[in-house]
C-alpha cells in the first residue's frame, strides 16, 4: 500500500528566506507526483507534475525534484514571500489502473513579513 | 477557459439525510475523481469516472456512490449521512485516460452533518 509522508508538518520562515519542503512516498511504482497548494477552506491549486521519468521541474521560483528510486521529491521556494503562506501537498499516482492521487497530510508553511 | 466548478459550495444536512454533490470538469476533460478531505484523514481518494464508467474506488462504504453523464459531468451520492461525514469534497478533472495526466481541482463542497 503506497503511503506518502510530508516533513516538516508546519514551517515558520522570514520573507526572503530560500526553502524546502519534503516528500517521501514507499512504493517506487508510480506514474507521476504532483505538488500542491491549499488556502484555508480552498481547493487545490497544481503547482508542479513531475512524471516518473523525469528528475526535475520549474516554475518561477518553485523547483522541484523526484529520486523515484529513493522514494523522495523536494519543493524547492526561492525568496519566500507571505503570500506563498498556504498549505503544500504532495500527491503521487501509483501504477494501477486508472486516475488515482495518494497524498500526503502536507506542510504548513507561513511566511512572516 | 473555466476550471473545475462544482456545487453547491456549502451545505448543512442532518443524520441520516442524503446528498448529491455535482462536478463540471474542464471542457475537454474526460476523466473525474472525488476526495474526501477531513482534518484527521486528510485526503482521501473516493473514486474515478472515465467515459461514465468508475475505473477506480477507494475504501468507502457503499453508501458512497457517483456517477458520470455523456457531457463529463459527475455527481457524487451520500445516503445516510453519519457525522463522520462531515467534510470537505473536492473533485478533480484530466484531460485524458493516460495516468501521466495533470489534475485540477474545483473549490470543494464543504458539508457539514448535523
Known amino acids: 500500500k503506497q503511503e506518502v509522508t510530508q516533513i516538516p508538518a508546519a514551517l515558520s520562515v522570514p520573507e526572503g528566506e530560500n526553502l524546502v519542503l519534503n516528500c517521501s512516498f514507499t512504493?517506487?511504482?508510480?506514474?507521476?507526483l504532483q505538488w500542491f497548494r491549499q488556502d484555508p477552506g480552498k481547493g487545490l491549486t497544481s503547482l508542479l507534475l513531475i512524471q516518473s521519468s523525469q528528475r526535475e521541474q520549474t516554475s518561477g521560483r518553485l523547483n522541484a525534484s523526484l529520486d523515484k528510486s529513493s522514494g523522495r521529491s523536494t519543493l524547492y521556494i526561492a525568496a519566500s514571500q507571505p503570500g506563498d503562506s498556504a498549505t503544500y501537498l504532495c500527491a503521487v499516482t501509483p501504477m494501477e489502473y486508472g486516475n488515482k492521487l495518494v497524498f500526503g497530510a502536507g506542510t504548513i508553511l507561513r511566511v512572516k513579513s | 477557459k473555466a476550471g473545475v466548478t462544482q456545487t453547491p459550495r456549502y451545505l448543512i444536512k442532518t443524520r441520516g439525510q442524503q446528498v448529491t454533490l455535482s462536478c463540471s470538469p474542464i471542457s475537454g476533460h474526460r476523466s473525474v475523481s472525488w476526495y474526501q478531505q477531513t482534518p484527521g484523514q486528510g485526503l482521501q481518494f473516493l473514486f474515478e469516472y472515465f467515459s461514465e464508467t468508475q475505473r477506480n474506488k477507494g475504501n468507502f462504504p457503499g453508501r458512497f456512490s457517483g456517477r458520470q453523464f455523456s457531457n463529463s459531468r459527475s455527481e457524487m451520492n451520500v445516503s445516510t449521512l453519519e457525522l463522520g461525514d462531515s467534510a470537505l469534497y473536492l473533485c478533480?478533472?484530466?484531460?485524458?485516460?493516460?495516468?501521466?495526466?495533470?489534475?485540477?481541482f474545483g473549490p470543494g463542497t464543504r458539508l457539514t452533518v448535523l
Open positions: 478533480a478533472s484530466s484531460k485524458e485516460q493516460s495516468s501521466y495526466n495533470e489534475q485540477f
Open positions: 512504493d517506487s511504482a508510480i506514474y507521476n
